[in-house]
């Protein structure tokens, strides 16, 4: 990574914030300075769910990634990198960007958590009912 210039991308899910930088390279993973087999605690489904966008384009090889994440869960980390690694993609070749979107990587799954609400046990579950 001796060379400065890279493409950046930003992705969000559920509470979790994804910064992506992508340098040319040779296919390294980096997420939070760790090698991201170590930082997924080497489950190979998260691993290739996380590299999905540099497949679908074919450029697996071609760049090095590095990665910021805070917030949330493994799922939505996961999810959030997904779509940061897009969006970075998308910075350095705007062609690639249909190829992205119909694979659905580019979409931001807007489901969160619903806040609880007073007087209740949680978002929507109610007290229990007592006949007597």
């Known amino acids: 990574m001796a060379d400065s210039k890279y493409f950046y991308g930003l992705g969000r899910r559920k509470s979790a914030t994804a ?9 390294g993973l980096t997420i939070n300075d760790k090698p991201a087999e170590e ?11 996380v590299t999905d966008p540099l497949a679908v384009v074919g450029k697996q090889k071609d760049f090095d990634v590095t990665v910021k994440v805070s917030g949330g869960g493994i799922s939505g980390q996961v999810d959030a990198i997904k779509m940061a690694i897009a ?18 990587f580019l979409r931001r799954d807007p489901r969160e958590k619903e806040r609880k609400k007073y007087g209740l ?12």
């Not at 992506?20 to 040779?26: E, Q």
């Not at 930082?39 to 769910?49: P, R, S, V």
């Not at 969006?87 to 659905?104: E, F, P, Q």
């Open 121 to 132: 046990r949680s978002a929507r579950k109610r007290e229990q009912y007592s006949k007597r």
């Open 19 to 27: 910064r992506a930088r992508l340098y040319k390279g040779k296919g």
């Open 87 to 104: 969006n970075a993609i998308t910075v350095d070749a705007a062609d690639l960007r249909s190829t992205l979107k119909k694979a659905g």
């Open 39 to 49: 930082y997924l605690d080497g489950n190979k489904t998260l691993l290739a769910e």
